[in-house]
């Protein structure tokens, strides 16, 4: 059983929870109250995790063992005491934590459906991956839209395959969202150390409790976050892995100097809340975007790294966006660009890119000497569910990096033809005033511009077309009575 059958058995029973008056955008986060409990109970069973998250009174096979208004009222009763929990992180997640449920029926049939689900094939970002898909369920059949919009895993693999995170090294997500970066940077620190066995206890400390942190605005989010961190083995501070709180805040003031920062922040305005307010920034703006990116230059230690997913405009805004690429380019190495191809995300027009660059210095000038571009976006295929993206479509980029995480393999570029090419730092100057946004590949599946008709014609097809529909509105207004003025 593959993960998307899960989110749509798990889908499917949000018709349970609609009986007893939940609707969808409730229902995600009902589900994940109990889920994380069950995920507990699997991880234990396969061995996932060692010793148990939970205290006995909330362990899976409590609840199943129940029926009634037993049951419901245990279930209540569990919520509480979690959120009244000794262990800072438990208290985190259950924090304010209750049921909409009425009907024992109801919560009996959820566990009891739960309990049939084949979780044994349940892979990589596990509760992440559910929630995510539940959240893409509740944007494609609601219509609503998600609101937020969360990294593919096959990317997240990708920057992390060449970021090439080591042990004892300080990892950031500063719009953590359910912790898909930092879970992935650790499953790779463990896939070199045998779980961390071949650490010393120290080391496995810090792996544990202070190598990850990230900072999530959306309450729900981080709580899945925090669920999903623990059930990877990821600890963090007394507050988790994850902090509550905008990282464009004073709160993300407090987040420390990492080595490594990888992060995909949220798209859109200040509009959607969680707007720059911070003073510390140089430059200001409403772009949540170029703050994200200011930030992260900021919080960056001397020689760290970043890779960070951004849309088209801040490469190539112009006034503040221009100011802030020039710092970047100052400041940091920026010696890659991904671009990446279309609907990757749930907001299908969304055109995005991948940052790749080395912090040198606050002080620093000139850090900028080259900028490589990999263009995926030309002629790409047209991604959705249809054509899912996958690993395989990152392997041609992976390999042309270079096996040095901060981009120093010998590179060539391969030509007007290729999809990799070097862009110096003064051609970026002189031709594209300092714009990022650097293509050069024909896109066939765009419409050429050259072979559209005379604009004189388009002009004549738009005006017919609207005498038309004019004539249409006339023909129902007279139907009514109505005549047209």
Not at 252 to 265: A, F, T, V, W
Not at 355 to 367: N, P, Q, R, Y
Not at 386 to 410: C, M
């Amino acid at each position: 059983m593959t993960t998307s059958d899960i989110v749509q058995k798990l889908w499917n029973l949000c018709d349970v929870l609609r009986d007893d008056g939940i609707n969808y955008s409730d229902y995600v986060t009902e589900l994940v109250l109990l889920l994380f409990i069950k995920m507990e109970h699997e991880n234990l069973e396969s061995g996932v995790i060692k010793q148990p998250l939970l205290p006995d009174y909330a362990r899976w096979n409590q609840l199943r063992g129940l029926s009634g208004i037993d049951l419901l009222n245990t279930y209540r009763r569990t919520l509480q005491q979690l959120s009244e929990s000794a262990n800072p992180r438990i208290a985190a997640i259950y924090a304010n934590a209750q049921t909409s449920l009425s009907e024992p029926r109801h919560l009996e049939q959820l566990i009891n459906d739960l309990d049939r689900i084949d979780w044994f094939d349940i892979d990589k970002d596990g509760l992440g991956d559910l929630y995510e898909g539940l959240l893409e369920k509740n944007a494609s059949e609601t219509k609503s839209g998600a609101g937020q919009y969360f990294t593919r895993r096959p990317l997240i693999d990708a920057m992390i395959a060449v970021m090439r995170p080591q042990v004892g090294e300080t990892i950031q997500d500063p719009a953590a969202g359910t912790a898909g970066f930092l879970i992935a940077a650790d499953r790779a620190i463990r896939a070199q150390t045998d779980d961390l066995l071949d650490l010393t206890e120290a080391q496995r400390a810090y792996q544990i409790r202070k190598a990850y942190v990230g900072m999530e605005l959306v309450p729900n989010t981080r709580r899945l976050a925090l669920m999903n961190c623990l059930l990877h083995g990821i600890e963090g501070d007394q507050e988790g892995a994850i902090h509550l709180g905008n990282t464009l805040g004073t709160a993300g003031q407090r987040l420390p100097k990492s080595d490594i920062i990888l992060s995909n922040p949220p798209f859109g305005t200040a509009k959607g809340g969680g707007g720059p307010t911070r003073d510390d920034l140089t430059y200001a703006t409403s772009n949540k975007q170029l703050a994200f990116v200011q930030h992260i230059v900021k919080h960056l230690k001397d020689g760290g790294r970043a890779a960070v997913v951004l849309p088209d405009n801040v490469l190539f805004e112009a006034g503040v966006g221009a100011d802030i690429r020039r710092a970047l380019m100052d400041k940091c190495r920026l010696h890659t660009v991904l671009r990446l191809p279309t609907g990757i995300f749930y907001a299908q027009g969304v055109k995005t890119n991948v940052l790749f660059f080395e912090k040198v210095g606050e002080a620093a000038t000139g850090s900028t000497k080259d900028v490589w571009v990999y263009d995926m976006r030309a002629n790409a295929p047209k991604f959705g569910k249809r054509t899912p993206l996958t690993d395989v479509h990152f392997a041609e980029f992976i390999a042309a990096y270079g096996e040095d995480e901060n981009g120093k393999s010998e590179r060539t570029d391969g030509g007007e033809q290729s999809r990799w090419r070097c862009f110096s730092r003064e051609w970026i100057k002189s031709e594209k005033q300092d714009s990022l946004d650097i293509a050069w590949l024909k896109d066939d599946s765009v419409e050429d511009a050259a072979d559209l008709p005379e604009p004189a014609v388009l002009a004549r097809e738009v005006t017919d077309e609207l005498n038309a529909a004019l004539e249409e509105l006339e023909g129902i207004l007279a139907e009514l009575g109505e005549v047209a003025e």
